[in-house]
Structure formats: C-alpha cells, structure tokens
C-alpha cells in the first residue's frame, strides 16, 4: 500500500531561506539543479527557479549567464543579508526616525552598547 500524505507545506520565508543555505554550502556559484539535488528530490525545479528569481528581485543572490541556463551566487553572508532585510523594511516605512527610535529603545542592554561602538567609529574611507 503506497502511503499518499503529503508533506506540510513550507512557507515562502522557510524555502527562502533553505535555497540560500544551500548557496552559501556551495564551493563556488551553483545551478539551480544543484541546489534542487542539495535539497532534495522532493522540491521541483521549478519551485527552486522561483524562489531563485524572487532572492533575485530581493537582492539577495546574483546570477550569471552560463550557456542557457544561469550560476546563482549569494549577494552577501548571513550579516549581510540580515542588515539587507533591516534597510528595506526602514525604506518601506514613512516616518524613519520613529522606526529607528522604537528599533533602538527595543534593544538589549548589551546590543544597544554595541550599535553604540558603530555608531562612534570614524567610516572607512569610501563608505557613505
């Protein structure tokens, strides 16, 4: 008898995150058929070039040309993805200094003295 229930669904945010996993496990930019393969068998390749396309729109991954299909790359480490995240969900907001105000009172004792450090240091040459 052959078991027919299917899986849980995942949701967007989890496959996400399990397509960028298998990025950054990468030796170097990877085909879609490999991250599909990394993940397993149960994900379409099809579900995989979508949610390539949608970290791609988000600036989360790169891509290069490579005969007809393409290499995905991640746009930047974990940190730098998180931070990615912080600074559109800023941008979308009107009135950016009572995000960052509540953001800032919200912090921890311990994370506050670090954004305090930042804060403090001269910028590299270069930066904005």
Known sequence: MTDHRQRPRRGQGELEALVLSA???????AAAG??????????AYTTVITILTRLLAKGAVTRERAGRSFLWTPAADEAGLAAHKMRRVLDAESDRQAVLASFVTGLDPDDERVLRTLLDRPRSEGED
């Open 23 to 29: 990025l950054r496990e990468a030796d170097g930019p």
């Open 34 to 43: 490999w991250v599909q393969r990394r993940l397993g068998d149960d994900l």
